[in-house]
Protein backbone atom coordinates (compact mmCIF):
# COMPACT_ATOMS: atom_id res chain seq x y z
CA UNK A 1 0.00 0.00 0.00
CA UNK A 2 1.61 3.10 -0.60
CA UNK A 3 1.86 4.81 2.64
CA UNK A 4 3.10 8.86 3.41
CA UNK A 5 6.31 9.78 3.66
CA UNK A 6 5.24 12.81 5.18
CA UNK A 7 5.29 13.38 8.60
CA UNK A 8 2.38 14.10 10.84
CA UNK A 9 3.43 16.44 13.56
CA UNK A 10 2.33 19.20 14.93
CA UNK A 11 4.65 21.53 12.96
CA UNK A 12 3.57 20.61 9.32
CA UNK A 13 3.02 24.71 8.49
CA UNK A 14 5.76 26.83 7.69
CA UNK A 15 6.96 28.76 10.51
CA UNK A 16 5.18 32.13 10.82
CA UNK A 17 2.02 30.55 8.99
CA UNK A 18 -1.43 31.49 10.08
CA UNK A 19 -4.92 30.55 8.98
CA UNK A 20 -6.58 34.33 9.68
CA UNK A 21 -7.17 36.12 6.28
CA UNK A 22 -4.43 38.92 5.65
CA UNK A 23 -4.93 42.18 3.84
CA UNK A 24 -2.88 43.20 1.08
CA UNK A 25 0.11 44.33 3.13
CA UNK A 26 0.63 41.44 4.96
CA UNK A 27 -0.93 42.62 8.35
CA UNK A 28 -3.95 40.56 9.82
CA UNK A 29 -7.42 42.57 9.11
CA UNK A 30 -9.25 43.92 11.52
CA UNK A 31 -11.95 45.40 10.94
CA UNK A 32 -15.78 45.61 12.69
CA UNK A 33 -18.76 46.36 12.42
CA UNK A 34 -19.69 49.53 13.73
CA UNK A 35 -22.26 48.45 16.47
CA UNK A 36 -21.83 45.55 18.56
CA UNK A 37 -24.71 43.13 20.03
CA UNK A 38 -24.22 42.00 23.76
CA UNK A 39 -23.31 38.24 23.93
CA UNK A 40 -25.51 35.38 25.47
CA UNK A 41 -23.42 35.76 28.22
CA UNK A 42 -23.59 39.45 29.03
CA UNK A 43 -27.61 39.28 28.54
CA UNK A 44 -27.35 36.56 30.97
CA UNK A 45 -25.05 38.70 33.47
CA UNK A 46 -27.69 41.62 33.57
CA UNK A 47 -29.69 42.52 36.30
CA UNK A 48 -33.17 43.35 36.07
CA UNK A 49 -34.72 46.95 37.40
CA UNK A 50 -35.87 45.15 40.11
CA UNK A 51 -33.37 42.68 40.96
CA UNK A 52 -32.94 42.08 44.75
CA UNK A 53 -32.08 39.77 47.60
CA UNK A 54 -34.63 38.25 49.95
CA UNK A 55 -33.53 36.20 52.74
CA UNK A 56 -35.61 33.34 55.02
CA UNK A 57 -34.66 31.91 57.74
CA UNK A 58 -35.14 28.09 57.89
CA UNK A 59 -34.74 25.10 60.29
CA UNK A 60 -31.47 22.72 60.22
CA UNK A 61 -33.91 20.13 58.79
CA UNK A 62 -35.03 22.10 56.38
CA UNK A 63 -31.31 23.35 55.09
CA UNK A 64 -30.67 19.66 54.88
CA UNK A 65 -33.68 18.81 52.54
CA UNK A 66 -33.81 22.42 50.28
CA UNK A 67 -29.95 21.76 50.15
CA UNK A 68 -29.96 17.68 48.44
CA UNK A 69 -27.89 15.40 47.81
CA UNK A 70 -24.85 17.18 46.50
CA UNK A 71 -26.89 20.50 46.42
CA UNK A 72 -29.20 18.95 43.52
CA UNK A 73 -32.10 20.15 44.96
CA UNK A 74 -31.05 24.13 45.51
CA UNK A 75 -30.04 24.06 42.15
CA UNK A 76 -33.29 22.66 40.69
CA UNK A 77 -34.97 24.75 42.59
CA UNK A 78 -32.65 28.22 41.30
CA UNK A 79 -33.50 26.99 37.78
CA UNK A 80 -36.94 26.48 37.69
CA UNK A 81 -37.44 29.93 39.74
CA UNK A 82 -34.63 31.87 37.52
CA UNK A 83 -33.13 32.90 40.32
CA UNK A 84 -30.20 33.06 42.37
CA UNK A 85 -30.03 30.94 45.57
CA UNK A 86 -27.92 30.69 48.54
CA UNK A 87 -28.27 28.93 51.91
CA UNK A 88 -25.77 30.00 54.32
CA UNK A 89 -26.00 27.12 56.00
CA UNK A 90 -24.07 28.52 59.10
CA UNK A 91 -26.70 31.09 59.68
CA UNK A 92 -29.94 28.40 58.55
CA UNK A 93 -30.62 31.47 56.39
CA UNK A 94 -31.95 30.95 52.83
CA UNK A 95 -30.89 34.17 50.43
CA UNK A 96 -33.14 34.45 46.75
CA UNK A 97 -31.67 37.09 44.60
CA UNK A 98 -33.33 38.15 41.43
CA UNK A 99 -36.04 40.44 40.14
CA UNK A 100 -39.14 40.26 42.37
CA UNK A 101 -40.95 37.90 40.53
CA UNK A 102 -37.62 35.54 40.76
CA UNK A 103 -37.38 36.10 44.21
CA UNK A 104 -41.21 35.32 44.90
CA UNK A 105 -41.20 32.11 42.96
CA UNK A 106 -37.97 30.83 44.73
CA UNK A 107 -39.11 31.57 48.06
CA UNK A 108 -42.37 29.77 47.16
CA UNK A 109 -40.75 26.58 45.81
CA UNK A 110 -38.65 26.18 48.40
CA UNK A 111 -41.68 26.62 50.61
CA UNK A 112 -43.34 23.95 48.82
CA UNK A 113 -40.08 21.34 48.98
CA UNK A 114 -40.29 22.10 52.80
CA UNK A 115 -43.77 21.09 53.20
CA UNK A 116 -43.20 18.02 51.44
CA UNK A 117 -41.03 16.83 54.27
CA UNK A 118 -43.32 17.20 56.72
CA UNK A 119 -46.51 16.10 54.66
CA UNK A 120 -48.50 16.72 51.53
CA UNK A 121 -48.11 20.59 49.84
CA UNK A 122 -50.78 22.80 50.71
CA UNK A 123 -52.11 24.90 47.59
CA UNK A 124 -54.03 28.13 47.77
CA UNK A 125 -55.32 30.48 45.33
CA UNK A 126 -52.26 33.11 46.49
CA UNK A 127 -49.72 30.47 44.82
CA UNK A 128 -51.09 30.98 41.31
CA UNK A 129 -48.10 33.14 39.61
CA UNK A 130 -49.28 31.83 36.38
CA UNK A 131 -46.63 29.05 37.12
CA UNK A 132 -49.18 26.64 38.39
CA UNK A 133 -50.54 23.66 36.32
CA UNK A 134 -52.80 21.07 38.32
CA UNK A 135 -53.10 17.58 37.17
CA UNK A 136 -55.78 15.56 39.27
CA UNK A 137 -54.30 12.05 39.43
CA UNK A 138 -56.12 8.72 40.84
CA UNK A 139 -55.38 7.49 43.60
CA UNK A 140 -54.54 4.23 41.82
CA UNK A 141 -52.23 5.36 39.45
CA UNK A 142 -50.33 7.26 41.97
CA UNK A 143 -47.53 4.90 42.23
CA UNK A 144 -47.21 4.99 38.58
CA UNK A 145 -46.60 8.53 38.32
CA UNK A 146 -43.96 8.42 41.10
CA UNK A 147 -42.09 5.76 39.87
CA UNK A 148 -39.42 3.89 41.04
CA UNK A 149 -38.53 5.71 44.23
CA UNK A 150 -39.59 8.99 42.46
CA UNK A 151 -37.26 8.39 39.90
CA UNK A 152 -40.22 9.09 36.90
CA UNK A 153 -41.26 12.01 38.89
CA UNK A 154 -37.80 13.42 38.70
CA UNK A 155 -37.03 12.67 35.20
CA UNK A 156 -40.15 15.02 34.10
CA UNK A 157 -38.88 17.66 36.48
CA UNK A 158 -35.68 17.65 34.80
CA UNK A 159 -36.77 17.36 31.07
CA UNK A 160 -39.14 20.13 31.30
CA UNK A 161 -37.21 22.61 34.16
CA UNK A 162 -40.03 22.02 36.70
CA UNK A 163 -41.21 20.75 40.36
CA UNK A 164 -43.98 18.70 40.96
CA UNK A 165 -45.75 18.12 43.93
CA UNK A 166 -48.44 15.74 45.22
CA UNK A 167 -50.76 18.39 47.15
CA UNK A 168 -53.73 19.17 48.60
CA UNK A 169 -56.38 21.60 47.55
CA UNK A 170 -58.28 23.95 49.23
CA UNK A 171 -61.65 22.44 48.22
CA UNK A 172 -62.99 19.10 49.55
CA UNK A 173 -61.80 16.59 47.31
CA UNK A 174 -64.39 13.29 47.96
CA UNK A 175 -62.56 10.87 45.56
CA UNK A 176 -59.23 10.72 47.39
CA UNK A 177 -57.58 11.90 43.88
CA UNK A 178 -54.31 13.77 44.51
CA UNK A 179 -53.05 16.59 42.47
CA UNK A 180 -50.00 17.19 41.09
CA UNK A 181 -48.14 20.76 40.70
Given amino acids: MGGRS ?4 PSRKPKGSR ?3 RSGDGKPSRSRSGSRSASPA ?8 DYGVETMKITDDDAAFILGKGGK ?7 VACAEIELFERDLVLEFRGSKMQRRRAKKYCEGVMAQRTGPVSITEEYN ?4 TMLQVQQEAVGFVTGRAGNFLRS ?19 NNDVFIR
Fill in 129 to 132: DDDL
Fill in 6 to 9: QSRS
Fill in 156 to 174: IEEQWTTLMFFCELDKVNN
Fill in 73 to 79: TKEKIAK
Fill in 42 to 49: DQKNKRPD
Fill in 19 to 21: SRS
